[in-house]
Protein backbone atom coordinates (compact mmCIF):
# COMPACT_ATOMS: atom_id res chain seq x y z
CA UNK A 1 0.00 0.00 0.00
CA UNK A 2 1.29 3.56 -1.21
CA UNK A 3 2.16 5.59 1.97
CA UNK A 4 -0.43 7.74 3.55
CA UNK A 5 0.70 11.36 2.41
CA UNK A 6 -2.42 12.95 2.59
CA UNK A 7 -2.07 15.89 5.57
CA UNK A 8 -5.58 15.51 7.01
CA UNK A 9 -5.44 11.56 7.08
CA UNK A 10 -2.36 12.10 9.03
CA UNK A 11 -3.77 14.34 11.33
CA UNK A 12 -6.48 12.28 12.00
CA UNK A 13 -4.47 9.17 12.19
CA UNK A 14 -2.58 10.57 14.83
CA UNK A 15 -5.25 12.20 16.68
CA UNK A 16 -6.97 8.17 16.68
CA UNK A 17 -3.13 6.55 18.00
CA UNK A 18 -3.76 8.69 21.71
CA UNK A 19 -7.23 9.19 21.37
CA UNK A 20 -7.49 5.24 23.48
CA UNK A 21 -5.61 5.62 25.59
CA UNK A 22 -7.07 9.07 27.01
CA UNK A 23 -10.59 6.88 26.72
CA UNK A 24 -12.08 10.09 24.51
CA UNK A 25 -15.69 9.12 23.99
CA UNK A 26 -16.54 8.22 20.45
CA UNK A 27 -18.55 11.78 19.91
CA UNK A 28 -15.37 13.75 21.85
CA UNK A 29 -13.22 11.61 19.03
CA UNK A 30 -15.42 12.58 15.88
CA UNK A 31 -16.06 16.44 17.16
CA UNK A 32 -12.16 16.92 17.38
CA UNK A 33 -11.55 14.60 13.99
CA UNK A 34 -12.95 17.50 12.10
CA UNK A 35 -13.04 21.52 12.10
CA UNK A 36 -15.93 23.36 13.75
CA UNK A 37 -16.03 25.46 10.63
CA UNK A 38 -14.75 25.42 6.81
CA UNK A 39 -14.89 28.41 5.13
CA UNK A 40 -14.36 28.12 0.91
CA UNK A 41 -14.19 31.60 -1.11
CA UNK A 42 -13.42 32.08 -4.45
CA UNK A 43 -11.43 35.11 -4.55
CA UNK A 44 -10.79 36.92 -8.21
CA UNK A 45 -8.50 39.82 -8.35
CA UNK A 46 -6.71 42.33 -11.06
CA UNK A 47 -3.71 41.10 -12.54
CA UNK A 48 -1.19 44.08 -14.19
CA UNK A 49 -2.62 43.28 -17.89
CA UNK A 50 -5.83 44.00 -16.62
CA UNK A 51 -7.04 40.59 -16.49
CA UNK A 52 -9.27 39.11 -13.88
CA UNK A 53 -8.07 36.11 -12.27
CA UNK A 54 -10.00 33.95 -9.66
CA UNK A 55 -8.12 31.77 -6.86
CA UNK A 56 -9.32 30.08 -3.88
CA UNK A 57 -9.24 30.76 -0.41
CA UNK A 58 -9.61 28.84 2.47
CA UNK A 59 -9.91 29.29 6.43
CA UNK A 60 -10.40 26.40 8.42
CA UNK A 61 -11.19 26.95 12.20
CA UNK A 62 -10.80 23.63 14.02
CA UNK A 63 -11.46 24.39 17.51
CA UNK A 64 -12.66 27.17 19.54
CA UNK A 65 -12.71 24.56 22.61
CA UNK A 66 -9.96 27.01 24.48
CA UNK A 67 -10.13 30.47 23.28
CA UNK A 68 -10.52 32.01 20.26
CA UNK A 69 -9.49 30.19 16.92
CA UNK A 70 -5.68 31.08 16.10
CA UNK A 71 -3.04 29.77 13.02
CA UNK A 72 -1.31 31.54 10.09
CA UNK A 73 -2.56 31.78 6.40
CA UNK A 74 -0.35 30.54 3.43
CA UNK A 75 -0.46 31.43 -0.19
CA UNK A 76 1.25 28.49 -2.52
CA UNK A 77 0.09 26.68 -5.25
CA UNK A 78 -0.54 23.21 -3.59
CA UNK A 79 -2.67 24.67 -0.81
CA UNK A 80 -5.91 22.77 -0.61
CA UNK A 81 -8.74 21.85 1.84
CA UNK A 82 -7.50 18.65 3.22
CA UNK A 83 -3.81 20.39 3.89
CA UNK A 84 -5.47 24.02 5.64
CA UNK A 85 -8.12 21.50 7.95
CA UNK A 86 -4.69 19.26 8.73
CA UNK A 87 -3.01 22.55 9.61
CA UNK A 88 -6.00 24.23 11.65
CA UNK A 89 -5.94 20.95 13.94
CA UNK A 90 -2.31 20.87 14.34
CA UNK A 91 -2.63 24.42 15.57
CA UNK A 92 -5.46 23.11 18.07
CA UNK A 93 -2.74 20.99 19.99
CA UNK A 94 0.19 23.52 19.23
CA UNK A 95 -1.76 26.00 21.31
CA UNK A 96 -2.64 23.16 23.80
CA UNK A 97 0.78 22.25 24.17
CA UNK A 98 2.12 25.75 25.08
CA UNK A 99 -1.10 26.15 26.72
CA UNK A 100 -2.12 29.49 25.96
CA UNK A 101 -5.64 29.98 25.58
CA UNK A 102 -6.48 29.34 21.90
CA UNK A 103 -8.04 26.77 19.67
CA UNK A 104 -6.53 26.28 15.90
CA UNK A 105 -6.97 27.39 12.57
CA UNK A 106 -5.35 28.03 9.63
CA UNK A 107 -5.56 29.67 6.36
CA UNK A 108 -4.76 29.60 2.91
CA UNK A 109 -4.57 31.30 -1.13
CA UNK A 110 -4.02 28.27 -3.73
CA UNK A 111 -1.63 30.62 -5.86
CA UNK A 112 1.23 30.89 -6.98
CA UNK A 113 2.16 34.14 -5.19
CA UNK A 114 6.06 34.67 -5.31
CA UNK A 115 5.31 35.08 -8.74
CA UNK A 116 2.87 37.97 -8.67
CA UNK A 117 3.64 41.83 -8.75
CA UNK A 118 3.68 43.74 -5.58
CA UNK A 119 0.41 45.50 -6.84
CA UNK A 120 -0.93 41.79 -7.74
CA UNK A 121 0.25 40.65 -4.19
CA UNK A 122 -1.56 44.05 -2.60
CA UNK A 123 -5.26 43.55 -4.56
CA UNK A 124 -5.25 40.01 -3.95
CA UNK A 125 -4.36 39.70 0.02
CA UNK A 126 -6.82 42.50 0.04
CA UNK A 127 -9.39 40.49 -1.82
CA UNK A 128 -8.93 37.70 0.43
CA UNK A 129 -9.21 39.49 3.66
CA UNK A 130 -12.45 41.61 2.47
CA UNK A 131 -13.72 37.74 2.43
CA UNK A 132 -12.32 36.93 5.52
CA UNK A 133 -13.53 39.71 7.70
CA UNK A 134 -16.93 38.02 7.95
CA UNK A 135 -15.55 35.01 9.71
CA UNK A 136 -12.61 36.38 11.96
CA UNK A 137 -12.54 38.79 14.76
CA UNK A 138 -9.97 39.29 18.05
CA UNK A 139 -12.63 37.09 20.01
CA UNK A 140 -12.86 34.56 17.49
CA UNK A 141 -10.53 33.92 14.88
CA UNK A 142 -7.17 35.73 14.59
CA UNK A 143 -5.11 34.54 11.56
CA UNK A 144 -0.90 34.96 11.70
CA UNK A 145 1.82 34.76 9.01
CA UNK A 146 2.09 31.10 7.39
CA UNK A 147 4.22 29.69 4.78
CA UNK A 148 4.75 32.81 1.71
CA UNK A 149 2.95 35.65 4.09
CA UNK A 150 4.73 38.36 6.56
CA UNK A 151 4.19 41.84 7.90
CA UNK A 152 2.89 43.29 4.95
CA UNK A 153 0.39 40.82 4.11
CA UNK A 154 -0.93 41.04 7.87
CA UNK A 155 -1.12 44.41 7.33
CA UNK A 156 -3.50 44.85 4.36
CA UNK A 157 -5.41 41.98 5.96
CA UNK A 158 -5.83 44.21 9.00
CA UNK A 159 -6.33 47.56 7.21
CA UNK A 160 -9.27 46.26 5.51
CA UNK A 161 -10.47 44.95 8.92
CA UNK A 162 -10.46 47.40 10.25
CA UNK A 163 -12.61 49.58 7.50
CA UNK A 164 -15.28 46.73 7.93
CA UNK A 165 -15.59 47.04 11.70
CA UNK A 166 -15.10 50.88 11.00
CA UNK A 167 -12.09 51.34 13.24
CA UNK A 168 -8.50 50.04 14.22
CA UNK A 169 -8.47 46.78 15.42
CA UNK A 170 -4.88 45.54 15.30
CA UNK A 171 -5.37 42.68 17.88
CA UNK A 172 -7.62 40.88 15.01
CA UNK A 173 -4.27 39.41 13.65
CA UNK A 174 -0.86 39.26 14.77
CA UNK A 175 2.88 39.17 13.22
CA UNK A 176 1.99 43.01 12.40
CA UNK A 177 4.77 45.23 11.62
CA UNK A 178 6.34 46.70 14.66
CA UNK A 179 5.44 49.99 13.68
CA UNK A 180 1.23 49.01 13.33
CA UNK A 181 0.87 47.06 16.30
CA UNK A 182 3.21 44.40 16.08
CA UNK A 183 5.28 42.74 19.06
CA UNK A 184 9.29 42.93 18.90
CA UNK A 185 10.30 39.42 18.62
CA UNK A 186 7.61 38.30 16.79
CA UNK A 187 9.76 38.06 13.74
CA UNK A 188 12.20 35.64 14.79
CA UNK A 189 10.00 33.58 17.82
CA UNK A 190 9.76 30.77 15.32
CA UNK A 191 13.21 30.12 15.15
CA UNK A 192 14.05 31.37 18.70
CA UNK A 193 11.60 29.32 20.37
CA UNK A 194 12.76 26.04 18.45
CA UNK A 195 16.55 26.61 19.52
CA UNK A 196 14.94 27.47 23.30
CA UNK A 197 13.77 23.56 23.25
CA UNK A 198 17.10 22.73 21.72
CA UNK A 199 19.20 24.17 24.11
CA UNK A 200 16.81 22.65 26.86
CA UNK A 201 17.38 19.40 25.63
CA UNK A 202 20.80 19.34 25.40
CA UNK A 203 21.00 20.66 28.71
CA UNK A 204 18.45 17.95 30.08
CA UNK A 205 20.94 15.51 28.99
CA UNK A 206 23.70 17.03 30.20
CA UNK A 207 25.49 17.07 26.52
CA UNK A 208 26.83 20.75 25.48
CA UNK A 209 25.47 21.75 21.64
CA UNK A 210 29.21 23.08 21.28
CA UNK A 211 30.42 22.15 17.83
CA UNK A 212 27.61 20.01 17.35
CA UNK A 213 26.41 19.94 13.41
CA UNK A 214 23.34 21.15 11.67
CA UNK A 215 21.71 20.78 8.85
CA UNK A 216 18.63 22.90 8.02
CA UNK A 217 16.06 22.21 5.26
CA UNK A 218 13.90 25.08 4.01
CA UNK A 219 15.48 28.65 4.54
CA UNK A 220 12.87 31.16 4.96
CA UNK A 221 11.77 33.31 8.10
CA UNK A 222 11.91 30.30 10.62
CA UNK A 223 15.28 28.51 8.85
CA UNK A 224 17.07 31.28 8.88
CA UNK A 225 16.26 32.52 12.53
CA UNK A 226 16.90 28.76 14.29
CA UNK A 227 20.06 28.53 12.20
CA UNK A 228 21.43 32.16 12.97
CA UNK A 229 20.55 31.64 16.75
CA UNK A 230 21.48 28.14 17.01
CA UNK A 231 25.26 28.59 15.30
CA UNK A 232 24.79 31.55 18.10
CA UNK A 233 25.07 29.03 21.16
CA UNK A 234 28.06 27.42 19.00
CA UNK A 235 26.73 24.53 16.64
CA UNK A 236 27.85 24.27 13.31
CA UNK A 237 25.48 24.50 10.42
CA UNK A 238 26.82 22.40 8.16
CA UNK A 239 23.88 22.57 5.58
CA UNK A 240 21.06 24.77 4.44
CA UNK A 241 18.94 24.64 1.54
CA UNK A 242 15.65 26.22 -0.35
CA UNK A 243 13.06 24.61 -2.61
CA UNK A 244 16.09 25.30 -5.36
CA UNK A 245 18.47 23.24 -3.40
CA UNK A 246 20.80 22.93 -0.79
CA UNK A 247 24.62 23.61 -0.12
CA UNK A 248 26.79 21.55 2.21
CA UNK A 249 29.95 22.99 3.69
CA UNK A 250 32.03 20.41 6.74
CA UNK A 251 33.65 24.24 7.67
CA UNK A 252 30.52 25.01 8.87
CA UNK A 253 28.48 27.93 6.93
CA UNK A 254 28.45 31.40 7.94
CA UNK A 255 25.07 32.09 8.48
CA UNK A 256 24.93 35.77 8.16
CA UNK A 257 26.10 35.62 5.38
CA UNK A 258 24.22 33.19 4.08
CA UNK A 259 20.99 35.40 4.90
CA UNK A 260 22.52 38.22 2.94
CA UNK A 261 23.24 36.08 0.09
CA UNK A 262 19.36 34.62 0.08
CA UNK A 263 18.40 38.25 0.57
CA UNK A 264 20.23 39.37 -2.53
CA UNK A 265 19.77 36.60 -5.04
CA UNK A 266 16.59 34.96 -3.40
CA UNK A 267 18.70 31.69 -3.31
CA UNK A 268 21.22 30.13 -1.16
CA UNK A 269 22.51 28.25 -4.47
CA UNK A 270 25.51 30.01 -5.06
CA UNK A 271 27.29 30.13 -1.64
CA UNK A 272 30.84 28.22 -0.77
CA UNK A 273 30.22 24.74 -0.45
CA UNK A 274 29.32 21.40 -2.38
CA UNK A 275 25.80 21.70 -4.13
CA UNK A 276 23.26 18.85 -2.80
CA UNK A 277 19.96 18.48 -3.31
CA UNK A 278 16.71 18.62 -0.59
CA UNK A 279 16.78 15.13 -0.53
CA UNK A 280 20.46 14.95 0.46
CA UNK A 281 20.34 17.45 2.84
CA UNK A 282 17.71 15.11 5.10
CA UNK A 283 20.25 12.41 5.05
CA UNK A 284 23.72 14.08 5.88
CA UNK A 285 25.40 12.75 8.74
CA UNK A 286 24.55 15.47 11.51
CA UNK A 287 23.86 15.84 14.63
CA UNK A 288 20.92 18.12 14.46
CA UNK A 289 18.77 18.28 11.54
CA UNK A 290 16.00 21.24 11.21
CA UNK A 291 13.14 20.38 8.71
CA UNK A 292 11.81 24.04 8.16
CA UNK A 293 10.17 23.58 4.91
CA UNK A 294 7.02 21.81 3.96
CA UNK A 295 4.76 18.78 4.67
CA UNK A 296 6.24 15.26 4.21
CA UNK A 297 9.44 15.15 3.98
CA UNK A 298 10.56 12.52 5.97
CA UNK A 299 8.99 9.77 4.96
CA UNK A 300 8.51 5.81 5.10
CA UNK A 301 11.08 5.85 2.08
CA UNK A 302 13.95 7.93 3.80
CA UNK A 303 13.74 7.75 7.27
CA UNK A 304 15.89 5.14 7.66
CA UNK A 305 18.77 6.94 6.33
CA UNK A 306 18.19 9.81 8.36
CA UNK A 307 21.79 10.14 10.08
CA UNK A 308 20.74 12.60 12.82
CA UNK A 309 20.07 12.03 16.11
CA UNK A 310 17.75 14.78 16.81
CA UNK A 311 14.80 16.01 14.66
CA UNK A 312 13.69 19.56 15.41
CA UNK A 313 10.70 20.13 13.56
CA UNK A 314 10.38 23.98 12.35
CA UNK A 315 7.87 22.99 9.66
CA UNK A 316 4.34 21.67 10.13
CA UNK A 317 3.99 17.86 9.45
CA UNK A 318 7.46 17.38 7.60
CA UNK A 319 7.55 13.84 9.02
CA UNK A 320 5.14 10.85 7.73
CA UNK A 321 3.80 8.87 10.60
CA UNK A 322 5.76 5.70 8.89
CA UNK A 323 8.50 7.67 9.14
CA UNK A 324 8.21 8.42 12.89
CA UNK A 325 7.81 4.83 13.60
CA UNK A 326 11.31 4.05 11.57
CA UNK A 327 13.00 7.17 13.78
CA UNK A 328 11.56 5.62 16.74
CA UNK A 329 12.79 2.22 16.51
CA UNK A 330 16.01 3.97 15.29
CA UNK A 331 16.17 5.91 18.39
CA UNK A 332 16.36 9.25 16.78
CA UNK A 333 14.21 11.71 18.64
CA UNK A 334 11.97 14.19 17.17
CA UNK A 335 10.90 17.45 19.14
CA UNK A 336 7.56 17.31 17.32
CA UNK A 337 6.16 20.59 15.10
CA UNK A 338 3.44 21.39 17.59
CA UNK A 339 5.97 21.94 20.38
CA UNK A 340 9.51 22.82 18.32
CA UNK A 341 7.66 25.60 16.33
CA UNK A 342 5.36 27.16 18.96
CA UNK A 343 7.28 29.64 19.49
CA UNK A 344 5.83 31.94 17.00
CA UNK A 345 2.05 31.39 17.80
CA UNK A 346 3.19 32.06 21.59
CA UNK A 347 4.45 35.27 20.96
CA UNK A 348 1.84 35.96 18.31
CA UNK A 349 -0.23 35.72 21.62
CA UNK A 350 1.95 38.15 23.48
CA UNK A 351 1.07 40.60 20.82
CA UNK A 352 -2.51 39.85 21.13
CA UNK A 353 -2.33 40.57 24.57
CA UNK A 354 -0.03 43.91 23.63
CA UNK A 355 -2.48 45.27 21.29
CA UNK A 356 -5.59 44.56 23.32
CA UNK A 357 -3.65 46.11 26.70
CA UNK A 358 -2.32 49.22 24.57
CA UNK A 359 0.60 48.09 26.65
CA UNK A 360 3.98 46.98 24.48
CA UNK A 361 6.69 44.96 25.72
CA UNK A 362 10.45 45.22 25.53
CA UNK A 363 12.46 42.67 23.54
CA UNK A 364 13.54 41.24 26.28
CA UNK A 365 10.45 40.57 28.33
CA UNK A 366 9.27 39.13 24.76
CA UNK A 367 12.10 37.08 24.59
CA UNK A 368 12.68 35.59 28.18
CA UNK A 369 8.86 35.23 28.80
CA UNK A 370 9.03 32.37 25.20
CA UNK A 371 12.02 30.80 26.81
CA UNK A 372 10.08 30.25 30.25
CA UNK A 373 7.44 29.06 27.70
CA UNK A 374 9.36 27.08 25.62
CA UNK A 375 11.64 25.04 28.17
CA UNK A 376 8.42 24.35 30.54
CA UNK A 377 6.45 22.81 27.58
CA UNK A 378 9.76 20.84 26.36
CA UNK A 379 10.19 19.28 29.80
CA UNK A 380 6.15 18.20 30.39
CA UNK A 381 6.63 16.57 26.83
CA UNK A 382 9.91 14.78 27.52
CA UNK A 383 8.58 13.57 30.71
CA UNK A 384 5.26 12.44 29.45
CA UNK A 385 7.42 10.26 26.65
CA UNK A 386 9.27 9.11 29.36
CA UNK A 387 6.24 8.06 31.24
CA UNK A 388 4.60 6.47 28.58
CA UNK A 389 8.14 5.12 26.58
CA UNK A 390 6.67 6.23 23.66
CA UNK A 391 7.74 9.22 20.52
CA UNK A 392 8.16 12.57 21.21
CA UNK A 393 5.04 13.25 19.26
CA UNK A 394 2.97 10.98 20.95
CA UNK A 395 3.59 12.25 24.24
CA UNK A 396 2.91 16.03 23.14
CA UNK A 397 -0.23 15.01 21.73
CA UNK A 398 -1.20 13.19 24.81
CA UNK A 399 -0.96 16.62 26.39
CA UNK A 400 -2.33 18.27 24.31
CA UNK A 401 -5.64 16.22 23.43
CA UNK A 402 -6.05 15.86 27.17
CA UNK A 403 -6.76 19.22 27.76
CA UNK A 404 -8.38 20.32 24.65
CA UNK A 405 -10.75 17.43 25.43
CA UNK A 406 -10.72 18.67 29.52
CA UNK A 407 -12.39 21.72 28.21
CA UNK A 408 -15.00 19.96 25.85
CA UNK A 409 -16.22 17.99 28.56
CA UNK A 410 -16.94 20.67 30.66
CA UNK A 411 -18.41 22.50 27.99
CA UNK A 412 -20.18 20.76 25.78
CA UNK A 413 -20.54 17.13 27.50
CA UNK A 414 -18.85 14.99 25.01
N1 LIG B 1 1.90 29.97 11.13
C1 LIG B 1 2.53 29.80 12.40
C2 LIG B 1 2.35 28.37 12.88
O1 LIG B 1 2.15 27.46 12.11
C3 LIG B 1 2.15 30.86 13.42
C4 LIG B 1 0.71 30.91 13.81
C5 LIG B 1 0.33 32.10 14.68
O2 LIG B 1 1.22 32.88 15.03
O3 LIG B 1 -0.84 32.25 14.96
O4 LIG B 1 2.47 28.09 14.04
Given at each position: ?P????PF???RQ???????K??L??A????LA?????H??T????R?D?RI?????I?AQH??A??P?K??????P????D?V??L??WM??KC?V??????G?K?GL??????L?????ERL????????T????PD??I?A?D?NT????M?????E??H?V?H???????G???DC??SL??????G?GL?FC???Y?????????G????V???GNA???A??L?A?L????VAI??S??G???D??????A???H?T?TG?V?????RAI?N???L??D?D?LI?A???????G???????????A??A?G???P?????LF?????V?????A???G?????????Q??????W???D??S?????????????ER?????KC????????L????V???L?VT???
Amino acid sequence: MPEQTNPFEIARQQLHAVADKLKLSAAMKSFLAEPEALHVFTVPFARDDGRIEVVTGIRAQHSFARGPAKGGIRFHPDVGIDEVKALSMWMTWKCAVVDIPYGGGKGGLTVDYKALSQGEKERLTRAFARRLTKVIGPDFDIPAPDVNTGPQEMMWIADEYGHFVGHPEPAVITGKPVDCGGSLGRGSATGRGLVFCVERYFENHGISLKGKTVAVQGFGNAGQYAARLIAGLGASVVAISDSRGGIFNDKGISVGAAIDHKTRTGQVAGLPGRAISNAELLELDVDILIPAALENQITGSNADKVKARLIAEAANGPTTPEADQILFAKGVTVIPDILANAGGVTVSYFEWVQNRQRYYWTEEDVNSRLREIMRRSLDQVERMAAEHKCPWREAAYLLAVARVAGALRVTRDL
